[in-house]
């Protein structure tokens, strides 16, 4: 199956501050899409995103298929933004749902009052 | 939000007993899938459904069996629980869009 990476593994940022968070792919993938953990658990899909560029308020996100990568940015980050943040897809030459959705480790977010 | 509700939430058991987890699902989506949340190794992807009595394993299906006898239930088995299945339990829902969606969750101890 595919392997997905995401960086940084680990980011603390004073509230207001804006990030980019990586997934890189190692092969041409269908279905991504980002999602969020809060810090009860709870699991968000933030964004459905095989291509192109979509806005959802202070978060956004692009994905280069071509380049096997997708970037998430978050603006002015409040205390709120704070947990995992995960990106996820399954291979093109896979078994679509029966392999489900392959998901990085993802990246932990601290923003700080 | 998806209508996607999981029960129990919380539940200790032992080894060697037989557990049932439930989803239900009032979004009428084709597709349902369990996920298993653990350190080091994120979500892996246990049984998914493609329709009613339509199942097939994932990555990490051993030990574990399904059931979708409804469009709107599906049901996670552990035949006789071990420690090493101790972990939060998510279930999944997606329709024609591949959009993904979770339920909150079942945490599991097996003790």
């Known amino acids: 199956g595919i392997q997905v990476e995401q960086s940084p593994p680990d980011l603390i940022l004073q509230e207001g501050a804006n990030s980019t968070l990586r997934c890189n792919f190692s092969?041409?993938?269908?279905?991504l899409q980002w999602f969020h953990q809060n810090p009860w658990g709870q699991l968000i899909n933030l964004f459905y995103?095989?291509?192109?560029?979509k806005q959802n308020g202070r978060l956004s996100a692009t994905t280069v298929a071509t380049e096997r990568y997708s970037l998430l940015y978050i603006s002015s980050s409040q205390t709120t933004d704070s947990g995992v943040y995960f990106c996820?897809?399954?291979?093109?030459w896979g078994r679509g749902g029966a392999d489900g959705l392959t998901f990085g480790k993802g990246t932990h977010l601290i923003i700080q009052p | 939000d998806a209508g996607i509700t999981q029960s129990p939430r919380h539940k200790v058991t032992e080894t060697g007993t037989p557990v049932t987890l439930r989803c239900h699902q009032t979004?009428?989506?084709?597709?349902m899938y369990w996920y298993r949340q653990d350190p080091g190794h994120g979500l892996r992807l246990i049984h998914y459904s493609y329709g009613v009595k339509d199942t097939d394993k994932g990555e990490v299906s051993d030990g574990y069996s399904v059931s979708r006898s409804k469009t709107e239930d599906f049901l996670l088995t552990l035949e006789s629980a071990t420690s090493s299945q101790t972990s939060v339990y998510f279930c999944a829902i997606s329709g024609a869009n591949e959009k993904l969606f979770f339920g909150s969750g079942t945490q599991l101890s097996v003790l």
């Open positions: 092969d041409s993938v269908n279905n």
């Open positions: 996820a897809g399954w291979g093109l």
């Open positions: 995103i095989p291509s192109g560029t």
């Open positions: 979004e009428n989506h084709r597709y």
